[in-house]
């Protein structure tokens, strides 16, 4: 989770009213574990109230009693030991009842935004009011407390923007919550009487206005503050020994009601509020008489409708909680700038909660909000503005009006949704029915599902409909008393029903309410019902079939579909569509490219059980798209999901992958049969799922897949090679080129496929000679013999020569391992020898050239040098190659052949070193986020001046130690395609780096080359961690004061490193700056020139 300090917790409990609703609930908790939402050894535990209407105090205690026995179990305790409570963290939510605007309870009510995707956990899921609420206790009011117990309501949407200041020192008691609140908005609620210490006096309910005076806040004066009052914010701390106290009213005759071992010793239920019945004995004005004759709780027992005949049980309750919890401090924690706002049934006041969430202004990192989240929209939907869409898919021509809120909720087709509308839970069947009519303003639409019946539960849906200025209690009678905002006697005109159709003949009007209507059809004995009958409440005219219909039907009113909700199916409602507007969201990514992050959504998707989903659906859309590039980016993501099922486990993600029950499929992959090919990998893929360890090796096969596309895609480059004939050279004369080395300023990785052609990529690059020196060439000559002689090395006693005879001596180019690969790769890429041929390799070159070829490359510099030698090589190869052949070229050309050369090499790579080694001076290179892949060159001009200081003030430095690049791109690649957000900006860093540092150049601005030099040091180190050893860490710390700016060639790890001295002339200093760490050894420090003529090419006299 986040860095800030934090309450490590033991347990976390929440409870719920019925048995059904447990399991859901505890796969809920546990699905947040598993995203690393919550700590891995945390205690999760559902626990139902023993009884209907225990109320919180009871639920509480009940719970506290069942997180004692699971941990006193894990102590190695046989019974109960409250000792387990002294070390302990413990967090209790209440869920509390069923909530008429979210089928899942207002614990659930889904909030406009993601989790942070840069936090460690990296996972989505749609965020709700218990996420937000267990974040807000955790890291903010919490922070720093002793061991204890929170106990937290979920009722309500509590803002907490800065963590409220409070001395935990030596703290033994309780501590209440308090936010302000005015005494309008109090008056419904809970409020608080606190002295100057900090300590609660008294606990009002539903207070008149000398509560209201007595419990103002007052500012610093000692004046009332603008008539703010405490308010009860619905969460208490008990510390440890509190919690100890509060426990051991469990085994009190009475009390023991409110736990599940009362109800199983048959004892009465009992009904405790733990703010209006606990926690206020504790008060310290509150007198023995006042609280346990229940006078303070009138209020609150009178809105809970308290049976008179409970009352002796009560009293006698409450006696024994004086006696037992009196004389326990009780402290007010008031958060200044927080805010409380009760979920209340209001639909006014919900529309403008959805739209404008309050809990957004609590400015958390953790959360990143937005009106549209976990939304799949396509092109053609329009959505205003101030809507709010969550968790949906809107496809075809929908359009969402202003102040919309549409969650939980798949649309299709042409549907128009007009303003102040508020649609829940309707799926792309109910919509099509909407595309059909046309809904009012203001209207809510929401779709719920229920278990009805006795012990053979029917599993059914119901729709419902209302206004947003409807009021659920307004009797019928009175003239505010409304049913889709309209008066109900317009309504029951419209439609022909009668009263006696919604509610029974013996409830007075005075009873009759909208909550209690018998609006919503459910079932009917012959015909079925669907959410066009509700539609028809909503707006139709009089249809004598369809009032028929709505009558001879199972109708059930908001009072009814409330207590009959099945939570489990709600949230395997919202889950499933979740997974499907991700998955939409994928193939959208898959086919049309773009920069979304999916890495959290795989890791979620393999947590909840949605990854073969997936993987069929990449599998489908691979196939649909016939596209290489396409292929390699679905490959790649089948890859990171398979990594993702490993769990972490397995091993590491790099590796070989090049097992033999594979090879038939990467076969039909290089034949370019790309369904054969991706079908016959999803039918070897399910072998290898049953471990972690298996799992982990199909990921570096799919990669291996994975770069067989990438290749495909990048040999699209091809396109922009052009050769003509020209003049050849006579037998056994040698065509010499040579090379400059390049020098990497600013913008590398952006350049490396899959990259650089679909984010596009900019790179500084400076053809160097060291020491005077050009370090590259090659040469090439025709022979008489007909063979082809491959020479590595300018030294006769240290160079190898390969004399290839026959065609299979030239067929291993695509091994990178095998002697002489890239100089094979090279005669068959410059096409001096086809491959494959009916013609033997003698055969072809007699023809060509009336004998053989012999080619010989040579470098100068050490391997690994991260100066680009390969491709720089390769470039000369091709050059001497294509001359010898009688074969006229260009500069681009060249470029472009390189990078088929390492494509056929199977090695990858970009352009950066080609552009930097064979063309002259300064550049920058750069590619459009398209295929064909084409590398565009500008030259960047620089005066003599800034030439004369490029060359005094750049040297590299060879850090002795050798670069190991095994497996890095692999890992660049993988994140790439994972579109990790750190990975996203810096290429986005890189390219803008890059263009920066071109206009340095431009104006002769050698400090701000190093400035830029310094960035992109940086950006190397997230593209590739680990690619700064120590060593040289030392080296550049030791250097820093005395540079502009410093840099590893290259991929970084070792080779050489370049840096721009603030100094002229500086190698002497350099040498006795690093000589002199410790540790640093084998260094050697060598002078760069700025070389104007890239590759040169002579012909032999």
Known sequence: MMGKQRTKW?????????????????????????????????????????????????????????????????????????????????????????????????????????????????????????????????????????????????????????????????????????????????????????????????????????????????????????G??????????????????????????????????????????????????????LAKDVTKEEFVSGEKGIPYDKMRHKRACEQGIVRNARAQMWEKLRGIPMKAMLVPDGNHQYLTTSPREHLKRAISCPLYSDEDEHFNWANITHAFIQETCSVEESAVVTNAILEGDVTIGAQCAISHSHLQGEIQIPKESILVNIDCKASKALQQHSLSPGIFLQAFRLRLGGSQKLKCEVYTVMGRFDQLETAYVKGTSTFCNSPWIVFLTRT???????????????????????????????????????????????????L????????????????????????????????????????????????????????????????????ENIDQGICDSNSPSIAARGLAFIANILGAMAGGKGGLRSGPAANAAWQSAFKLLEEGKLHEGVKALARERQQWLNRPDRLVRAARHYEGADQIFIRLAVMSAREYIFTSPGESPPMNKWVTATCPGRMDVAGGWSDTPPITYEHGGAVVDA??????????????????????????????????????????????????????????????????ISLPSSQSLQEQLMSKYGGGIELNTWSDLPQGSGLGTSSILAGAAIAVLWRVSGQAYDHSSLIHAVLLVEQMLTTGGGWQDQVGGLTPGINIGHSEAKLPLKVEITPIPVDEETRCKFDQHFLLVYTGKTRLARNLLQDVVRNWYARSPYIVENCDNLTKNAWECKKAFAEGDLEKVGVCMNAYWTQKKVMAPGCEPVMVQRMMTALRPHVHGQCLAGAGGGGFMYVLTKEPNAIGQVREILGSEEGVEDFTVHSVQLDQAGIEVEVED
Not at 86 to 112: E, N
Not at 184 to 200: K, L, T
Not at 237 to 257: C, I, Q, W
Not at 780 to 798: C, F, N
């Open 496 to 546: 022909g029903i009668d009263r006696e159709d919604l509610w029974p003949t013996n409830q007075t009007d005075y009873d009759r309410t909208l909550f209690n209507a018998k609006l919503f059809p459910v079932w009917n004995l012959q015909q079925d019902i669907g959410i066009a009958e509700t539609l028809w409440l909503e707006g139709g005219e009089q249809d004598m079939d369809m």
């Open 228 to 281: 703010m009052v405490s308010l009860v914010a619905g969460i208490v701390f008990l510390s440890s020994r509190a919690a100890e106290k509060f426990l051991f009213l469990h085994v009190l005759p009475g009390l023991d009601a409110c736990t599940y071992m009362g109800l199983d010793s048959g004892v009465k239920p009992l009904e405790l509020s733990l703010f209006f019945d606990v926690l206020l004995c």
């Open 10 to 226: 033991t347990a976390i409990i929440v409870t719920c009213t019925d048995e059904a609703s447990v399991q859901p609930l505890q796969y809920e908790l546990e699905v947040r574990q598993k995203k690393g939402y919550i700590d891995k050894d945390v205690l999760l535990l559902t626990v139902e109230d023993p009884q209907v209407r225990v109320g919180s105090g009871g639920a509480t205690l009940n719970a506290l009693l069942v997180v004692s026995e699971h941990l006193s179990q894990r102590h190695g305790y046989t019974v109960v030991n409250s000792d387990v409570l002294l070390d302990s963290y413990i967090l209790i939510l209440h869920v509390g009842r069923s909530f008429l605007f979210d089928s899942c309870g207002r614990a659930f009510v889904s909030l406009p935004a993601k989790h942070e995707s840069g936090t460690k956990a990296g996972y989505e899921g749609v965020v709700t009011n218990m996420d937000h609420l267990i974040h807000t206790v955790t890291y903010k009011l919490s922070a720093g407390c002793p061991p204890g117990v929170w106990v937290c309501s979920t009722d309500m949407f509590l803002t907490v923007p800065t963590t409220p200041k409070m001395d935990w020192t030596g703290f033994d008691g309780a501590c209440v919550v308090s936010v302000p609140a005015t005494q309008e908005y109090a008056r419904n609620n809970g409020i608080y009487r606190i002295n100057q210490e900090g300590y609660v006096l008294d606990i009002f309910f539903r207070g008149g206005p000398t509560a209201m005076k007595m419990c103002s806040l007052h500012d610093g004066t000692g004046d009332a503050s603008d």
């Open 548 to 615: 028929t219909r709505w009558r001879s039907s199972w109708r059930l009113s908001f009072e009814d579909i409330l207590s009959c909700i099945d939570l489990s199916a709600e949230l395997s409602r919202r889950r499933d569509l979740f997974y499907s507007g991700g998955q939409r969201r994928v193939r959208d990514v898959l086919l049309r490219g773009g920069n979304q992050v999916l890495m959290p959504f795989f890791k979620s998707a393999t947590v909840e059980g949605y990854a073969q989903q997936l993987l």
């Open 767 to 832: 053809a160097i000679r060291l020491d005077g020196k050009k370090p590259i060439g090659a040469r090439a000559r025709k022979i008489t013999e007909p063979h082809l002689v491959l020479v590595l090395g300018s030294d006769q006693e240290h160079s190898v020569q390969i004399v290839c005879k026959e065609l299979s001596d030239v067929a291993d180019y695509n091994n990178p391992q095998s002697s002489g690969a890239l100089l094979k790769a090279v005669v068959h890429c410059a096409e001096v």
